[in-house]
């Protein structure tokens, strides 16, 4: 696997920005997903990372760094619908993704 | 614009019994085709990839199979199935270029 680490769970509180980071063995194959899955459904794409740095996209950023097997995704503004499952992937191999298990984020009010 | 599809979306099969989840995508040609598990408060396992017909890759040890009879199809089997095999089944297919998953809607499997 590619010992993937994200925290299991976390809250917020409505509004407010929250950072959830993801560390993981550099396998070679370069870029890092960061997909929302909400409870009982499939995953949806949020963010890709080819390069290191930060990408922002609308409320949500995500920052890559290669040599250090280092990401976050950075949610600002938050609302209650941002309430779910943040995963974080690293490419292993030219074909595959594998996910850790994932961070789960409360938001309150 | 290119769609997936799997189904069913929900069964409950009994311990020893077959299964087959089927999966398509289109709109696209060639795609890398997946199928993830999920169980119960756990992460997605990947536990067969498809780089084109007939060709099947397995990550994991299992009894499960998988098949892909044609380009756009892609087809998950059990001959018997264990209550471990319950949980939530999703089918995925990636853009070449970047490696981005797309799921399908996922298939709930509860094993009793």
């Known amino acids: 696997g590619q010992n993937i680490d994200q925290p299991t769970e976390m809250t917020a509180t409505e509004g407010a920005i929250v950072q959830i980071n993801c560390t993981y063995q550099t396998s070679g194959f370069n870029g890092l997903f960061w997909y929302q899955q909400h409870a009982g459904e499939a995953p949806t794409f949020l963010s890709y990372?080819?390069?290191?740095g930060l990408e922002e996209k609308g409320r949500f950023s995500s920052f890559l760094s290669r040599s250090k097997g280092y990401s976050y995704l950075l949610l600002k503004e938050l609302q209650m619908k941002d309430s779910a499952s943040y995963l974080c992937?690293?490419?292993?191999?030219?074909?595959?993704?594998?996910f850790g298990t994932g961070t789960r984020l409360t938001v309150i009010p | 614009s290119q769609t997936i599809h799997q189904w069913p979306a929900t069964l409950v099969q009994p311990v020893g019994s077959p299964l087959s989840l089927e999966c398509t995508v289109e709109?696209?040609?060639?795609?890398?085709l997946y199928w993830y598990r999920q169980a119960a408060g756990r992460g997605l396992q990947l536990l067969f990839y498809?780089?084109?017909?007939?060709?099947i890759s397995s990550e994991v040890p299992q009894n499960l199979s998988a098949s892909r009879p044609q380009d756009r199809q892609f087809i998950l089997s059990s001959k018997k199935l264990l209550l471990s095999d319950s949980g939530f089944y999703l089918c995925?297919?990636?853009?070449?270029?970047?490696?981005?998953?797309?799921f399908g809607e996922g298939s709930r499997l509860t094993v009793l």
């Open positions: 709109g696209t040609s060639n795609p890398n």
């Open positions: 990372n080819v390069l290191d």
């Open positions: 992937a690293p490419p292993q191999g030219a074909n595959n993704l594998f």
């Open positions: 995925a297919w990636s853009v070449e270029s970047t490696g981005e998953l797309f």
């Open positions: 498809s780089v084109g017909i007939g060709q």
